[in-house]
């Protein structure tokens, strides 16, 4: 029922920065939570980041101080700004949305590959 598109996703430096869209259609809701999770090759997926409904953040112990995840409720998109790249960041990057009293992340992007060179 939700599409989620990521996008912005490429090759940069170490040291470099980012920023990924995740676009929302369909039937979204205000109270919706929207996270962030990523993958590396021969890894679990790990969360990220999360804004919820309210606007509260969460991140990563491994990302905080470098990312920040936003969120623009008018153009149903969800952003993450990834500043200071290390080459541990290299995975593919997925958005999902969790329904408000849900514990799981339902709806999910096809991800945007993220690769920081070293």
């Known amino acids: 029922q939700v599409q989620l598109t990521e996008s912005g996703g490429g090759l940069v430096q170490a040291g470099g920065s980012l920023r990924l869209s995740c676009a929302a259609s369909?039937?979204?809701?205000?109270?919706?939570?929207m996270g962030w999770f990523r993958q590396a090759p021969g890894k679990e997926r790990e969360f990220v980041a999360l804004i919820t409904w309210d606007g509260g953040t969460n991140y990563a112990d491994s990302v905080k101080g470098r990312f920040t995840i936003s969120g623009d409720n008018a153009k149903n998109t969800v952003y993450l700004q990834m500043i200071s790249l290390k080459s541990e960041d290299t995975a593919v990057y997925y958005c999902?949305?969790?329904?408000?009293?849900?514990?799981?992340?339902?709806?999910w992007g096809q991800g945007t590959q993220v690769t920081v060179s070293s």
């Open positions: 369909g039937r979204t809701a205000s109270t919706d939570t």
């Open positions: 999902a949305l969790r329904r408000f009293g849900v514990s799981r992340y339902a709806d």
